[in-house]
């Protein structure tokens, strides 16, 4: 949860992405992910599909917090980490893909949970942003009343 925190402590304080910079991000993704398919080219079997779902999810996640910097919204910062904890979930299930029985089902549970949990927090927090904002407004409210009574 602390690297959920901090994400969202980062881009929360951080200025909005103009969208010069937003459309720059996006062609950097895009050759980065290209980049890192070529290197999974010369890997075989599972090592390659680890690879793969790697790359993709690098990928997402990367536009997903690129996304949240420019819009600089507490549901896209949310939404940032959602699209993270599906794409690790995504990796982890590749990875899951070697083992067996009993050991399988194991890392894919854990793999969920990781997931669920991950989701969870971030709703949290932003529901805790929400609260935040609601008080902040309040608090302004209250404060421009006072100055109008005096």
């Given at each position: 949860?602390?690297?959920?925190?901090?994400?969202?402590?980062?881009?929360?304080?951080?200025?909005?992405?103009?969208?010069?910079?937003?459309?720059?991000?996006?062609?950097?993704?895009?050759?980065?992910?290209?980049?890192?398919?070529?290197?999974?080219?010369?890997?075989?079997?599972?090592?390659?599909?680890?690879?793969?779902?790697?790359?993709?999810?690098?990928?997402?996640?990367?536009?997903?917090?690129?996304?949240?910097?420019?819009?600089?919204?507490?549901?896209?910062?949310?939404?940032?980490?959602?699209?993270?904890?599906?794409?690790?979930?995504?990796?982890?299930?590749?990875?899951?893909?070697?083992?067996?029985?009993?050991?399988?089902?194991?890392?894919?549970t854990k793999a969920k949970a990781a997931r669920v949990r991950a989701k969870a927090d971030a709703r949290a927090n932003q529901e805790v942003i929400r609260k935040r904002n609601a008080d902040s407004?309040?608090?302004?409210?209250?404060?421009?009343?006072?100055?109008?009574?005096?």
């Amino acid at each position: 949860m602390s690297n959920l925190l901090l994400f969202l402590l980062a881009t929360a304080s951080a200025a909005a992405m103009d969208k010069d910079a937003f459309k720059a991000t996006q062609d950097s993704i895009g050759e980065a992910y290209r980049s890192d398919q070529a290197q999974c080219a010369s890997l075989k079997g599972n090592a390659r599909d680890v690879c793969e779902a790697e790359a993709k999810a690098k990928r997402k996640i990367e536009k997903a917090e690129a996304e949240a910097e420019y819009k600089n919204t507490a549901k896209a910062r949310t939404m940032a980490i959602v699209a993270r904890a599906d794409a690790e979930y995504s990796v982890a299930r590749k990875q899951c893909d070697v083992m067996s029985g009993t050991e399988k089902t194991v890392c894919v549970t854990k793999a969920k949970a990781a997931r669920v949990r991950a989701k969870a927090d971030a709703r949290a927090n932003q529901e805790v942003i929400r609260k935040r904002n609601a008080d902040s407004e309040i608090a302004l409210e209250r404060q421009r009343l006072e100055a109008q009574g005096r």
